[in-house]
């Protein structure tokens, strides 16, 4: 199938944790064009998978050996629907020896758009234990999630062509449009509770 001038394409990453069970995060872009033109699946797939490589990569030795990224699917916005475009699966190899944080603790990225009120949020799951220190995440996992924050929110070229560029962002239900982030992200300085987030919020 393939995507065009301004067509959103998003990717529902999975998450498995051995004894907590899994986790998502919806990724999603803009696809803007010099000239419109069709970008073929395995070049969406590509630059997919490269993005999301380079959002995981600062984690991996924060995150513990039990957490794994498995599967992914890859939709493409036609209309009302999101239609399965691909799957990836990111390379992601954590490191992390010591135990996870209890079931639903997780580490929070938010980014911002141009609209009030509508961001993205980003839930990490399966951090260690030893991320955290007094309550607080520690130094080298703030940063860690700070570099995490850039390569989600800041735009980039496709690999084989560089007519195409991809602009992060989000779907609005508020606008009922997608609304690329400002180059801003805020980080939550200790552990968020995943459970407590609303329904259709933050993955």
């Not at 984690?59 to 050996?65: I, N, R």
Request: charged share 15%; hydrophobic share 45%; with cysteine.
């Amino acid at each position: 199938m393939g995507a065009t001038h301004n067509d959103i394409v998003k990717v529902d990453l999975k998450w498995s944790v051995t004894g907590i069970g899994f986790a998502a995060n919806i990724f999603q872009a803009k696809l803007l064009q010099d000239s419109p033109h069709v970008l073929s699946t395995a070049e969406i797939h590509d630059d997919m998978d490269d993005w999301l490589e380079r959002i995981l990569d600062p984690l991996a030795p924060y995150v513990v050996v039990s957490c794994d990224v498995i599967t992914s699917p890859v939709y493409v916005k036609q209309g009302a629907l999101w239609n399965l475009e691909t799957t990836i699966l990111p390379a992601f190899t954590s490191t992390n020896m010591t135990d996870p944080l209890p079931s639903g603790v997780a580490a929070l990225v938010t980014a911002y758009t141009y609209v009030s009120k509508v961001m993205g949020k980003k839930y990490i799951p399966g951090l260690a234990d030893d991320a955290v220190l007094a309550g607080a995440w520690v130094a080298n996992v703030l940063s860690a999630l700070a570099d995490m924050a850039v390569e989600w929110i800041t735009g980039f070229d496709s690999l084989a062509d560089p007519t195409s560029h991809w602009w992060p962002g989000v779907w609005s239900l508020k606008t009922v449009s997608f609304q690329s982030f400002q180059s801003a992200a805020a980080i939550s300085d200790i552990p968020s509770y995943q459970r407590r987030r609303k329904e259709g919020v933050g993955v």
